[in-house]
């Protein structure tokens, strides 16, 4: 592929994702001008198959293979506003998918640790990744309930399976550091932050939402 052709989406698509963070990111509340930097810098097309590339801006998630989604850009914007990353955190995502939301995340952290349980999906986010030249990111297939402890402990941790928590994630989270996920059952979820505090663990709901299954286990 020569220069001229792997600019061209670029120039395309950058119109359809400007209007993408304002009507459907800003429009819904998303202020953190971090957040919003970060969802005009991630390009959504290069995330999914080139027959969805058309729809990759609208407010919707699109399936990626193997029964799973990327999350639609607003979901994607509010989980990483409520994270109210600084800059210095090293952040655990659960179910790395495609990499959309990681490289969302790898744009206003330290460092990204990603685990996908799908061998074939975290190729695919490997190879996105690396084409967008996100260098603050590791990755790993494996059992994502496990966490990753041999990075642990993290700032942050955002699952984006819809379930219930594994005790394991606020073990390897930091004092005062954010569990976020979206719990609950079948396909009723709703977004849910712990942190963990000395005294216990304070909660915090927000969006109703629906997402894939958490399953536990490698495929």
Known sequence: MNKHTSAQPQQNYDRPRMRMVDEQIIARGIRSPRVLEAMLKVHRHTFVGEALRTHAYQDRSLPIGEGQT????????????????????????????????????????????????????????????????????????????????????????????????SDIWVEQLVADGALLLPEGLGKSHRLVRRQKLESGVLEEYFDDCTFVPLLSGVN
């Not at 640790?113 to 799908?118: A, G, K, L, N, V």
């Not at 260098?135 to 494996?142: D, F, H, W």
Request: charged fraction near 20%; proline fraction near 2%; charge should be negative.
């Open 70 to 165: 990327i999350s639609q850009p607003y979901m994607v914007a509010k989980m990483t506003e409520l994270l109210d990353l600084k800059g210095h955190e090293r952040v655990l995502e659960i179910g790395t998918g495609c990499g959309y939301q990681t490289a969302i995340l790898a744009c206003l952290c330290k460092r990204v640790y990603s685990i996908e349980r799908i061998e074939s999906l975290h190729e695919l986010a490997k190879s996105n990744l690396r084409q967008g030249r996100y260098s603050n990111v590791m990755l790993r297939c494996g059992d994502g309930l496990l966490g990753w402890e041999d990075y642990a402990p993290f700032d942050a941790i955002i699952v984006t399976a819809g379930g219930f928590a």
